[in-house]
């Protein structure tokens, strides 16, 4: 069975970081693109980054570019989000997701989310 | 970016209903597309890919259809537990984007 498990979320303030981490069964996690998607209380979905399966390339929308990184230890089949200089607007629950294949950016497989709350 | 805009917002109806939603690409994407459902409190559950595909055990009363800038979901018979929030999501380029939502209620 595919499962994915995030987990490493939590309350931070203004300004601190937090990793998140997505640990991945059931599948060949280095054929693979893996993503995070955040759902802010209340809101739609919104994609935040996207990196390959072999972590030759990686995306990031432009409200987390420079603050957020996304990272995979294909050897632990595990993806990561490194979320820096945190503000409140990044609060929401994030989710981890599989692509279904390299280049099909849609999402097969979604972890039951971690939530992150910035707040002083 | 793409900008991705499903209407209506909200309906409301009935089981038994054929129920259509309705998604516009800010530009041409050609059928990548996926539509999900999302129900309170749980992870977006993938409906279709590729504008048209059936995801492997969703029912088939789920169906898409649409290229380049206009997509439809339809339901053909609402049952009890598709009353939910349904998003579309562009995969043509990055950043990926999704629609509002739909909230689909019981009338």
């Known amino acids: 069975e595919v499962q994915l498990l995030e987990s490493g979320g939590g309350l931070v303030q203004p300004g601190g970081s937090l990793r998140l981490s997505c640990a991945a069964s059931g599948f060949t996690f280095s054929s693979c693109a893996m993503s995070w998607v955040r759902q802010a209380p209340g809101k739609g979905l919104e994609w935040v980054s996207t990196?390959?399966?072999?972590?030759?390339?990686?995306y990031y929308v432009d409200s987390v570019k420079g603050r957020f990184t996304i990272s995979r230890d294909n050897s632990k089949n595990t993806l990561y989000l490194q979320m820096n200089s945190l503000r409140a607007e990044d609060t929401a629950v994030y989710y981890c997701?599989?692509?279904?294949?390299?280049?099909?950016?849609?999402?097969?497989?979604w972890g039951q989310g971690t939530l992150v709350t910035v707040s002083s | 970016d793409i900008q991705m805009t499903q209407s209506p917002s909200s309906v409301s109806a009935s089981v038994g209903d054929r129920v259509t939603i309705t998604c516009r690409a800010s530009?041409?994407?050609?059928?990548?597309l996926a539509w999900y459902q999302q129900k309170p409190g749980k992870a977006p559950k993938l409906l279709i890919y590729g504008a048209s595909s059936l995801q492997s055990g969703v029912p088939s009363r789920f169906s898409g259809s649409g290229s380049g800038t206009d997509f439809t979901l339809t339901i053909s018979s609402l049952q009890p537990e598709d009353f939910a929030t349904y998003y579309c999501q562009q995969a043509n380029s990055f950043p990926i984007t999704f629609g509002q939502g739909t909230r689909l209620e019981i009338k």
């Open positions: 530009q041409g994407i050609s059928s990548w």
């Open positions: 990196i390959s399966g072999s972590a030759s390339s990686a």
């Open positions: 997701a599989k692509d279904p294949r390299e280049g099909d950016d849609w999402f097969d497989t």
